[in-house]
C-alpha cells in the first residue's frame, strides 16, 4: 500500500476535464455534461484560470420553478474557490489536503497547467478497494432510509427533496407498484432539456436496478459496473426498498476503513523510518567514534569518505584523503602479488581480510588488521569498498617481543635451546639438501660454579655475558651461538670444509675464554672444555648430534679440562660408564658401597711403618672395587665430593679412635682432601667437629693437598690452610713435581710435607732425568724444611736411591698395598704402636 501512495496524483487523476467559460448559461453547461457523462464541469475564463467548478450536486440548486434561471450565467452557482494540487504530490499527502479543506475533488495542475481532477473516489479505487468491498454488507454502510416519491409527483419535489436531504437520489413509486429513480444526473440532464414540471413517473429512470440486504458491496458494485449505472436500490426481506446506493455511497463507505489502513500503513512506514534513521544515526555515530580507521571507496578505489580514527592513525586529514587512492598508505613492504591477492579475492569472495604494513604521513610504518568488504549492487556489481582496520603495531611489538624473549635467553640475548633445536634441526635439513657438512660445538665453562658460589650470582651473570660477546665476535658471521642453560653454549659453524678449520675455532674459542678477565672487580681465570660432533659422520639427527657433542666435552673435561675433543664413536661407551658411576655414586654413601683403605707409610731405611694414607674405595655390587680415580672426578663435578669427603674424614677418624683405643696406633695418618672439599665446604668447621665428635687431638690427622690445588693462589686456598694448620692438622702436598710451584708462594704455605709423585720415583733407577728430579725435589724440601715422603716405591733399587739421597720415608707396593682397616691393623699390630715421628727427615 504504501508504495501506491507515495506515487505522484497525476497517475490516478482522470483527464477527461470539461470546462466552460463563467458566462456559459447553466442549461449549456448541463448539456456538456450530459454529453460527456462527467460529473463535473469547471469553470475558466480566457486565460485558462479556474474560476470554479459545477458538480452534479450543484445541479440541485437551480430553482426549476423559474424559467430563467437555466439562463443564469454559471458562473452564478458554480463552487469556488477549487483547490488545485501539484501533479508531483504525493497521493498521500493529496488525501490529507482532502481531508484539511473537507473537499473530495482537487484539480491537478501541471506548469500552470490543468491536467486533470482528482477525488477522494479515485485514491481509494487506485488502492484496490476489493479487499474492502468484499468483507462489507450493503446493509451495512450506514446509508440513507430510502426516499420514496410518488411518480405523479413533480420533478420540483424531487429536486427541492434531494437538496434540503443532502441526497443524491429518490425512489420512484410508479402506480404499477414498480420502482424508478430519479439521480442528481438526471436532474442535470433535466436542465439540459430545460424539462421543469415533468410528473416524476414520465422523467424517472425505470426500472429501479436493486439488490438485497445481505449483498456485499463487491456483488453490488460488480451490478453497477454490468448495468452501467451509477444507483441500486437496496432491498429487505419483504421486498420493501430501504435504501438507495450509490457507486459514491458504496466508495464512501469503505473510506473509513481505508483510512484506517492508511494511517495504520503510514505509522508503519513512520516507525519504519524513524527505526531506519536511528539506525543511520547510530551507524553515524559508530562510524564517526568508533576506534577502527575506515575508508570508504567508490568502485574505482578512489576514497569517498573516511572516518576520523583513520586520520587519528594514519595522520592523513579528511581533505587529503578523500579523492585519493588508499595508495597513499603504501609501505612498500607487501609484494605485488599481495595486492594481486587481495583484489582477486575481493572480486571473487567479495572480502578480504588480514595483516599489512603501512606507512603513516609521518613516513613511520604500522601494522594493521584490515578488513575489506565489497558493497555490490543488485547486479552484483562493485559500488564501494569499505575497508575497516585497526592499528595493531604495538600488539605486534609485544607479540614479537614475546616470541623473542620465548627463544632467547633473557640474560645474555642469545638463542635458548628451543630456538637452538630449531636452528640445528633446520641446519641438518639444509646440510642434507646440498650435501654440505656441519660442526657442532658444545661448551661448557669449567669450575663456574665456584665463581658464583665465590663471588655471587652477579659476578656469574657479568661472566656470561661477556662469554656470550666474546663468541659472537670470534666465530664466524654465519654461525648461530646459543646459551643452553647455565654455563653451557653451543655454536653452529656451517659449510665446514675440513676438520683444522674447526680445530682452528675451537682453539680460538678455549684461548678467547680461558683469557684472564676482572668480573665484579675480581680477577678470574675461567676456561672451557669443548665437544664437537660433525654433520653427517657424528649423528643424522639433531638429538644425536647433540648428544654426541655433549659426550665429547666430557671426555674433554676428563682429559684435564681447557680443551677440545671431536666426538668418537668410543666415546659413547665411556659416557654410558660415566653416567652408570655417577649414578651409582648418589646411592653408594647409604647402601655403604664406600670403604677407606689404608696404605702404610715406612721409614725407608727400616721398612717399619711410620704411617699411613687413607684411601677410598667404592665396592660397587655389579662393576666390582671401583678406583678412586675413575669416580673422584664424577664426584667432583656432580658436588657429591663435599658429602663423600666428610664421611672419609669421619671414617678415618672412627678408624683412628678405635685403634688409638686398642693401643695399636699412636701416630698419624693422612687423608686425600679435594680442591672443591677444601675451597667450599667449610672444611675447617668440618674437620674440627669430626676431631671432636670422636674426641681426637688434631696432631693425629694429616690432610694432603695436591700441588696444583694448593697452588690456586686466587682462591682463598692459603686463608683455608692457615686455619688448619691453626687448628693443629698436618699439611702436606701430595703429587709434588708435577705442578707449577712457584718456591717463593710455596714457602709461604703452612704446608710441613711434600710427596714426591710416583711418575718420578717409577724410573728414577733408569731415567736420569726422573733422578734428577727427585734428587731436586729431595733438595727444595730440605731448603724449605719440609718434610719427605716417596710415592709409589716399588723397587728395592728405587728404595736404596732414595734413601742415599736422604729421603727416608715411603709408600708403595714394594711394602704393602693399600688394605682394608682389619689387615692394615694386623700390620699395626705385628709391629707394635705406631709411633708419631717425624716422617722424611732430611738427612
Ligand atoms: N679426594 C680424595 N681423593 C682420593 C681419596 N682416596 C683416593 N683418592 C685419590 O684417588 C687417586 C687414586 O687413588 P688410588 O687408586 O687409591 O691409588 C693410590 C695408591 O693405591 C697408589 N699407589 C701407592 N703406591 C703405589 C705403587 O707403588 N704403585 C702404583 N702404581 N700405585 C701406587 O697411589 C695412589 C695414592 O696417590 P696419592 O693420593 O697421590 O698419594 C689418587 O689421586 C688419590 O689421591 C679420597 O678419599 N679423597
Given at each position: 500500500m504504501i508504495s501506491l501512495l507515495l506515487q505522484p496524483i497525476e497517475h490516478i487523476a482522470s483527464t477527461d476535464i470539461l470546462s466552460c467559460g463563467p458566462e456559459t448559461p447553466i442549461y449549456e453547461a448541463a448539456s456538456l455534461m450530459v454529453q460527456s457523462g462527467c460529473g463535473s464541469i469547471v469553470i475558466m475564463n480566457t486565460q485558462g484560470e479556474v474560476l470554479g467548478i459545477w458538480t452534479e450536486s450543484d445541479a440541485l440548486h437551480v430553482d426549476l420553478s423559474e424559467e430563467a434561471s437555466y439562463q443564469h450565467p454559471i458562473q452564478d452557482v458554480m463552487s469556488s474557490p477549487v483547490i488545485t494540487l501539484p501533479h508531483s504530490m504525493t497521493v498521500h499527502d493529496a488525501v490529507v489536503k482532502f481531508r484539511q479543506h473537507n473537499i473530495r475533488h482537487a484539480l491537478v495542475k501541471k506548469f500552470e497547467t490543468i491536467i486533470g481532477m482528482v477525488s477522494l473516489s479515485d485514491v481509494v479505487l487506485c488502492q484496490g478497494p476489493e479487499a474492502f468491498l468484499g468483507l462489507?454488507?450493503?446493509?451495512?454502510?450506514?446509508?440513507?432510509?430510502?426516499?420514496?416519491?410518488?411518480?405523479?409527483?413533480?420533478?420540483?419535489?424531487?429536486?427541492?427533496?434531494?437538496?434540503?436531504?443532502?441526497?443524491?437520489?429518490?425512489?420512484?413509486?410508479?402506480?404499477?407498484?414498480?420502482?424508478g429513480i430519479l439521480t442528481q444526473r438526471d436532474v442535470v440532464r433535466l436542465v439540459a432539456t430545460g424539462q421543469r414540471h415533468a410528473e416524476l413517473g414520465q422523467v424517472c429512470t425505470r426500472p429501479l436496478v436493486g439488490v438485497p440486504l445481505s449483498t456485499s458491496l463487491l456483488q453490488a458494485r460488480q451490478v453497477i459496473l454490468h448495468h452501467q449505472i451509477r444507483h441500486l436500490g437496496v432491498f429487505d426481506d419483504h421486498n420493501q426498498l430501504v435504501h438507495i446506493i450509490g457507486f459514491r455511497e458504496i466508495i464512501q463507505s469503505i473510506e473509513h476503513e481505508f483510512l484506517l489502513e492508511l494511517h495504520e500503513a503510514l505509522r508503519e512506514r513512520d516507525e519504519a523510518l524513524l527505526k531506519s534513521q536511528q539506525s543511520l544515526l547510530l551507524a553515524d555515530k559508530v562510524f564517526e567514534s568508533t576506534m577502527e580507521g575506515i575508508i570508504i571507496t567508490d568502485a574505482k578505489g578512489i576514497i569517498r569518505s573516511i572516518n576520523p580514527a583513520f586520520s587519528r592513525i594514519t595522520g592523513y586529514s579528511r581533505d587529503e584523503a578523500v579523492g585519493n587512492s588508499p595508495a597513499i598508505l603504501k609501505s612498500g613492504k607487501q609484494p605485488p602479488e599481495?595486492?594481486?591477492?587481495?583484489?582477486?579475492?575481493?572480486?571473487?569472495?567479495?572480502?578480504?581480510?588480514?595483516?599489512?604494513?603501512?606507512?603513516?604521513?609521518?613516513?613511520?610504518?604500522?601494522?594493521?588488521?584490515?578488513?575489506?568488504?565489497?558493497?555490490?549492487?543488485?547486479?552484483?556489481?562493485?559500488?564501494?569498498y569499505v575497508a575497516v582496520f585497526s592499528d595493531i603495531t604495538q600488539r605486534k611489538l609485544a607479540e614479537e617481543r614475546l616470541h623473542f624473549l620465548a627463544n632467547h635467553d633473557a640474560l645474555t640475548g642469545l638463542p635458548n635451546r628451543t630456538l637452538f633445536i630449531e636452528k640445528l634441526q633446520s641446519a641438518v635439513g639444509q646440510a642434507k639438501q646440498y650435501e654440505r657438512r656441519f660442526a657442532l660445538l658444545f661448551i661448557d665453562l669449567d669450575r663456574f660454579k665456584q665463581v658464583n658460589d665465590t663471588l655471587g650470582h652477579h659476578a656469574g651473570?657479568?661472566?656470561?655475558i661477556r662469554i656470550a660477546n666474546e663468541l659472537q665476535h670470534i666465530v664466524p658471521s654465519l654461525s648461530t651461538v646459543s646459551r643452553l642453560s647455565g654455563d653451557e653454549f653451543t655454536i653452529l659453524l656451517e659449510n665446514i670444509v675440513s676438520m683444522q678449520q674447526v680445530a682452528y675455532w675451537a682453539q680460538s674459542i678455549l684461548d678467547a675464554i680461558s683469557a684472564k678477565s676482572s668480573v665484579a672487580g675480581h680477577e678470574v681465570f675461567i676456561s672451557s672444555s669443548i665437544g664437537i660432533s660433525i654433520f653427517p659422520e657424528d649423528g643424522s639427527v639433531a638429538d644425536e648430534l647433540l648428544v654426541n657433542a655433549d659426550t665429547a666435552m666430557y671426555r674433554a673435561k676428563e682429559r684435564g679440562k681447557?680443551?677440545?675433543?671431536?666426538?668418537?664413536?668410543?666415546?659413547?661407551?665411556?659416557?654410558?660408564?660415566?653416567?652408570?658411576?655417577?649414578?651409582?655414586?648418589?646411592?653408594?654413601?647409604?647402601?655403604?658401597?664406600?670403604?677407606?683403605?689404608?696404605?702404610?707409610?715406612?721409614?725407608?731405611?727400616?721398612?717399619?711403618?711410620?704411617?699411613?694414607?687413607?684411601?677410598?674405595?667404592?665396592?660397587?655390587?655389579?662393576?666390582?672395587?671401583?678406583?678412586?680415580?675413575?669416580?673422584?672426578?664424577?664426584?667432583?663435578?656432580?658436588?657429591?665430593?663435599?658429602?663423600?669427603?666428610?664421611?672419609?674424614?669421619?671414617?678415618?677418624?672412627?678408624?683412628?679412635?678405635?685403634?688409638?683405643?686398642?693401643?695399636?696406633?699412636?701416630?698419624?695418618?693422612?687423608?686425600?682432601?679435594?680442591?672443591?672439599?677444601?675451597?667450599?665446604?667449610?672444611?675447617?668447621?668440618?674437620?674440627?667437629?669430626?676431631?671432636?665428635?670422636?674426641d681426637l687431638d688434631s696432631s693425629v690427622l694429616e690432610l694432603e693437598i695436591t700441588e696444583n690445588v694448593a697452588m690456586d693462589e686466587d682462591s682463598g686456598m692459603v686463608e683455608v690452610l692457615h686455619r688448619l694448620q691453626t687448628l693443629g692438622i698436618y699439611l702436606s702436598i701430595d703429587d709434588f713435581g708435577t705442578g707449577y710451584s712457584s718456591l717463593s708462594y710455596l714457602k709461604r704455605l703452612p704446608v710441613r710435607g711434600l710427596k714426591i709423585d710416583q711418575s718420578f720415583i717409577k724410573n728414577l733407577h733408569q731415567d736420569r732425568d726422573d733422578a734428577a728430579i727427585t734428587q731436586a725435589i729431595i733438595s727444595i724440601a730440605r731448603s724449605l724444611g719440609l718434610d719427605l715422603v716417596a710415592e709409589g716405591v716399588e723397587l728395592e733399587e728405587q728404595r736404596q736411591f732414595l734413601v742415599e739421597k736422604g729421603c727416608l720415608c715411603g709408600q708403595g707396593f714394594l711394602f704393602s698395598r693399600a688394605v682394608p682397616r682389619e689387615e692394615f691393623a694386623e700390620l699395626l699390630k705385628k709391629q707394635g704402636v705406631l709411633q708419631l715421628v717425624e716422617l722424611g727427615e732430611p738427612a
Open positions: 462489507k454488507r450493503v446493509g451495512a454502510i450506514n446509508a440513507h432510509p430510502a426516499v420514496i416519491l410518488q411518480g405523479s409527483d413533480s420533478l420540483p419535489v424531487a429536486v427541492n427533496t434531494m437538496r434540503q436531504r443532502n441526497l443524491t437520489a429518490v425512489g420512484i413509486q410508479l402506480s404499477d407498484g414498480s420502482f599481495f595486492y594481486e591477492y587481495l583484489w582477486r579475492c575481493l572480486h571473487q569472495e567479495g572480502s578480504w581480510q588480514g595483516e599489512i604494513v603501512n606507512r603513516r604521513k609521518n613516513g613511520l610504518l604500522y601494522t594493521e588488521h584490515l578488513s575489506i568488504t565489497a558493497i555490490r549492487d543488485e547486479h552484483g556489481e562493485p559500488q564501494h651473570d657479568e661472566l656470561l681447557n680443551n677440545f675433543q671431536f666426538y668418537t664413536a668410543d666415546m659413547n661407551a665411556s659416557a654410558i660408564e660415566r653416567m652408570k658411576l655417577e649414578y651409582g655414586l648418589h646411592r653408594a654413601l647409604a647402601k655403604n658401597e664406600l670403604e677407606v683403605w689404608y696404605q702404610p707409610k715406612v721409614a725407608l731405611d727400616s721398612t717399619r711403618i711410620v704411617g699411613a694414607e687413607a684411601l677410598l674405595r667404592w665396592r660397587h655390587p655389579e662393576m666390582g672395587m671401583i678406583s678412586p680415580g675413575q669416580f673422584i672426578p664424577i664426584a667432583e663435578e656432580s658436588s657429591l665430593i663435599t658429602s663423600i669427603g666428610e664421611w672419609v674424614l669421619d671414617t678415618t677418624c672412627a678408624d683412628i679412635r678405635s685403634w688409638r683405643d686398642a693401643g695399636l696406633l699412636d701416630g698419624r695418618i693422612a687423608a686425600n682432601i679435594s680442591g672443591l672439599q677444601l675451597k667450599y665446604s667449610n672444611i675447617v668447621e668440618t674437620v674440627s667437629r669430626i676431631l671432636k665428635k670422636y
